[in-house]
Nanobody, 115 residues
Framework: QVHLVESGGGLVQPGGSLRLSCLAS????????MGWFRQAPGQERELVAS??????AYADSVKDRFSISRDVPKNTVDLQSDSLKPEDTAVYYC??????????WGQGTQVTVSS
């Protein structure tokens, strides 16, 4: 069983920044893909950013504002979120996927962007 624990969420004013972090219970060498999704109230969960074989991908809505990175020795994958907007308000979930296609999810961390 893989456990993922997110941290770093909170309340921030528009234009502010947050750094979300996800700690995995086992080595990231076991996973093919790591990423962050988010889900706003009444909306479907959507992909924010991902890393697959070292290559990153971003949703159009966060390009040039968010940056995903991983630290393999520490088993963490971070999401640096800058120039935050009210529409970025959501619960952010960390996810990893192994080579067999099985996905694991964290419990989520709330990000609220409001003045």
């Amino acid at each position: 069983q893989v456990h993922l624990v997110e941290s770093g969420g909170g309340l921030v004013q528009p234009g502010g920044s947050l750094r979300l972090s996800c700690l995995a219970s086992i080595s990231f060498n076991n996973f093919k893909t790591m990423g962050w999704f988010r889900q706003a109230p009444g909306q479907e969960r959507e992909l924010v950013a991902s890393i697959t074989s070292g290559r990153t991908a971003y949703a159009d809505s966060v390009k040039d504002r968010f940056s995903i990175s991983r630290d393999v020795p520490k088993n963490t994958v971070d999401l640096q979120s800058d120039s935050l907007k009210p529409e970025d308000t959501a619960v952010y979930y960390c996810t990893v996927q192994n080579a067999l296609g099985r996905s694991f999810w964290g419990q989520g961390t709330q990000v609220t962007v409001s003045s």
